[in-house]
């Protein structure tokens, strides 16, 4: 059974920085592209950034660009996201999700519970 | 990158059929055959429900089907059942990134 558990969140001051992870179980991690996708709280769904099997293309959307860095370990079928210069508009749930192949197709088959992350003063 | 525009709302009596567009332009929906179609439910991840414009993953129930036309895609249900009332979103997916619909809520009556 595919497992994809979110951590990392919480509440942090705008401007300041925050590291999310997932831990991937259940499935070979270093055969597919995986992504974070958001959502607000009661919003629609919004793709952050994408990162393929090997780390080889990597894509983000304009209003994190910059900002936010993907990256993954294969060895502790990890996947990672680096917030710097946060802003309030980035209190979102950020869900992990594992693509349905290994590289980037927009697919996200298999989707984590997701971490909540509050920006505020 | 701006969002892919669904209808707000949609409605339907349980064993009618409902369809769901989501249009786009010919930069993402138009010009390419990645679109897929999300269920959410209240307070889960969403499920994946059709990809490559019309597939269905397995254990998808064959009462889901997508299709496009142009710069607009559709998902229609048939057989519509109390279960299928849900959040559902499209998706187009281009070379450098991938798009949401705004959503769409089903309501079964």
């Known amino acids: 059974e595919v497992q994809l558990v979110e951590s990392g969140g919480g509440l942090v001051q705008p401007g300041r920085s925050l590291r999310l992870s997932c831990a991937a179980s259940g499935f070979t991690f270093d055969d597919y592209a995986m992504h974070w996708v958001r959502q607000a709280p009661g919003k629609g769904l919004e793709w952050v950034s994408g990162i393929s099997w090997n780390s080889g293309s990597i894509g983000y959307a304009d209003s994190v660009k910059g900002r936010f860095t993907i990256s993954r370990d294969n060895a502790k079928n990890s996947l990672y996201l680096q917030m710097n210069s946060l802003r309030a508009e980035d209190t979102v749930l950020y869900y992990c999700?594992?693509?349905?192949?290994?590289?980037?197709?927009?697919?996200?088959?298999?989707w984590g519970q997701g971490t909540l992350v509050s920006v505020s003063s | 990158q701006s969002a892919l525009t669904q209808p707000a709302s949609v409605s339907g009596s349980p064993g009618q059929s409902i369809t769901i567009s989501c249009t786009g332009t010919s930069s993402d929906v138009g010009g390419y055959n990645y679109v897929s179609w999300y269920q959410q439910n209240p307070g889960k991840a969403p499920k994946l429900m059709i990809y490559d414009v019309s597939n269905r993953p397995s254990g998808v129930s064959n009462r889901f089907s997508g299709s496009k036309s142009g710069n607009t895609a559709s998902l229609t249900i048939s057989g519509l059942q109390a279960e299928d009332e849900a959040d559902y979103y499209c998706?187009?997916?281009?070379?450098?990134?991938?798009?949401f619909g705004g959503g769409t809520k089903l309501t079964v009556l």
């Open positions: 999700a594992k693509d349905m192949r290994y590289d980037s197709s927009g697919y996200y088959q298999d």
């Open positions: 998706s187009s997916y281009t070379s450098s990134s991938t798009l």
